[in-house]
């Protein structure tokens, strides 16, 4: 597998799958200069609050387009529990982005899984079960990695947003 930061000056790297239970790293948080430090989607949205990642937004939608075509191949097969891998790159003033992790089908285990995490009998404080469909993981993946990153206007004609629910 190619190593995506490879020859990079990575500052920071994310791990995002979209999702809000158990989506926050502690020690990440504690040590914002450890730059080999994993950050999840919580440590995003916080971080968000006081320095957002700017990207503009010719950049952003080809983006966009990429990961829905990804996401929908992936749903296709069946495939959930993904993640994208983003590295900021502040020499370059660039992020460098793949979806990793995609490996794990809906089988009837998590099909299980998913049952009982939303049943509230292991709790979860009325948030959406980790696992779910692949068609409920594409549509919820989509939806954070859109709201994840500020769009800059770029001068060109503005795109509209990707709908999240788009196959």
Not at 15 to 33: C, H, M, T, Y
Not at 81 to 110: C, M, P
Not at 150 to 160: F, I, K, L, N, S
């Amino acid at each position: 597998m190619e190593n995506i930061f490879y020859d990079r000056q990575i500052t920071r790297i994310y791990d995002l799958k979209g999702s809000e239970r158990s989506r926050f790293n502690a020690d990440a948080a504690a040590n914002p200069q450890d730059v080999g430090a994993v950050h999840l989607d919580d440590n995003l949205r916080r971080a968000n609050l006081q320095q957002p990642i700017l990207v503009d937004e010719g950049m952003l939608r080809a983006m966009e387009r990429a990961l829905w075509s990804d996401t929908s191949f992936l749903a296709g097969l069946g495939v959930m529990d993904y993640s994208l891998l983003v590295g900021v790159d502040k020499e370059h003033n660039q992020l460098v982005v793949a979806i990793i992790d995609f490996i794990r089908t809906y089988t009837w285990d998590k099909q299980l899984e998913t049952w009982v995490k939303s049943s509230g009998i292991l709790g979860g404080n009325g948030k959406e079960p980790t696992i779910v469909s692949p068609k409920q993981y594409m549509r919820r993946f989509r939806t954070a990695i859109s709201s994840y990153f500020t769009v800059v206007p770029d001068g060109h004609e503005v795109e509209a947003a990707m709908d999240a629910d788009a196959a």
